[in-house]
C-alpha cells in the first residue's frame, strides 16, 4: 500500500518543485538576504503543493476517464484498483490542506497580500485537472509549468528572504529560465504518453504538435533557457560558464535519447530531465553563495 502512494506521488518529478526555490534561494543568497527559515518553509509548500496536484492529477484523470489500464507510464493506482477513488481524493484535499497550513506560514515574511498568491497557486495545482476547462486537456499544461515552477517558486522564495524585488531583471530572466526547463519535464512526459493521451480526446502540446516539433521545442526550451539568462551571466566571473556549458551537456544528450525513445522507454529520461534541472540548479546556488 505504501508503494502504491509513493507512486502515485510521483518522486521523479519532484525535483521540478524543488528547482524554483533553489534558484530563488540562489537569488536571495547573491543579494546577501539568505534566510533559512523562509526558504524551508517555501521548499515544504512546493513540494506539498506539487503531490497535491499529482494526486489530483491521477484522480480526476480517473474520474474524466482520460487514464486506461496498461498505460505507457508509470502506473496509475487509481486506474489499477490499487488505490480506491475515495482515498485519493481525500489525501488531495489533505495535501492541498497542508500547504495551505505552511502557506500562512509565510504571512509572517511577506504580509497578508501573499494570501491571493497562495491561492492561486493551490487552485491551480487542481486546474490543472479539473474544472470547467482543466489547462492540461487544452494545450496549456506547459505554459502552467513555466508560471507555477518557474516565475512564482523563483520570485517570491527571493522576495520572502531579501523583502523586496532589487535585480529584478536577473530575477525574472532566471524564474522564466527555471520554468522553461521545469516545462521540459511535462514535455517528456506527454511525448510518451502521445497516443494514450490523443484516444482520450486530452490535446496536450505533443497531441497537438506532434513528437517532432515537440522534441525540438524541448531542445531549444534548454539553450533558450541559458541564454536569456545573460543579464545574470554577465555579473559573474567567467569561470561560472561551466555551469551552462555542463547543464547543455547534460541536455542534449537527453534530448538525442529523448527522439529515438519510445513508450517505457521514456521513463527514465523523465526523472533524468527532472535531475538535469536540479543538478543545474545546485551548481547555480552554489556559484552564486560563493561569488
Request: proline content about 4%; hydrophobic content about 50%; aromatic content about 10%.
Amino acid at each position: 500500500m505504501i508503494k502504491n502512494w509513493i507512486e502515485a506521488m510521483r518522486l521523479r518529478t519532484l525535483p521540478v518543485s524543488m528547482a524554483g526555490v533553489l534558484a530563488g534561494c540562489g537569488c536571495a543568497l547573491w543579494q546577501d538576504g539568505f534566510s533559512i527559515v523562509p526558504a524551508l518553509l517555501c521548499l515544504l509548500f512546493a513540494l506539498s503543493a506539487q503531490i497535491a496536484s499529482n494526486f489530483g492529477n491521477e484522480y480526476y484523470d480517473y474520474k474524466n476517464g482520460m487514464d486506461r489500464k496498461g498505460r505507457e507510464g508509470f502506473r496509475r493506482g487509481v486506474t489499477e484498483g490499487d488505490i480506491t477513488p475515495q482515498a485519493m481524493k481525500r489525501a488531495t484535499f489533505a495535501m492541498l490542506g497542508i500547504a495551505a497550513v505552511i502557506g500562512c506560514s509565510l504571512l509572517l515574511y511577506g504580509g497578508l497580500w501573499l494570501i491571493p498568491v497562495g491561492c492561486a497557486i493551490l487552485l491551480f495545482a487542481l486546474a490543472y485537472s479539473t474544472g470547467p476547462y482543466p489547462l492540461s486537456h487544452h494545450g496549456l499544461g506547459d505554459i502552467t509549468v513555466v508560471v507555477f515552477f518557474g516565475i512564482v517558486p523563483v520570485t517570491f522564495t527571493c522576495y520572502l528572504q531579501t523583502g523586496g524585488w532589487e535585480e529584478l531583471p536577473v530575477l525574472l530572466t532566471t524564474s522564466v529560465a527555471i520554468g522553461l526547463l521545469a516545462a521540459n519535464v511535462l514535455i517528456v512526459n506527454n511525448y510518451r504518453d502521445m497516443e494514450d493521451d490523443k484516444a482520450v480526446g486530452k490535446r496536450t502540446t505533443v497531441v497537438l504538435l506532434g513528437r517532432k516539433a515537440m522534441g525540438y521545442v524541448y531542445l531549444l526550451s534548454g539553450i533558450v533557457a541559458m541564454v536569456i539568462m545573460m543579464p545574470l551571466w554577465m555579473q559573474l566571473p567567467p569561470w561560472a560558464l561551466i555551469v551552462p556549458l555542463i547543464y547543455l551537456a547534460l541536455h542534449i544528450a537527453t534530448w538525442r535519447k529523448l527522439i529515438h525513445s519510445r513508450g517505457t522507454a521514456l521513463n527514465p529520461l523523465l526523472g533524468r530531465t527532472a535531475i538535469n534541472l536540479l543538478v543545474f540548479t545546485l551548481l547555480l546556488l552554489v556559484v552564486l553563495s560563493v561569488v
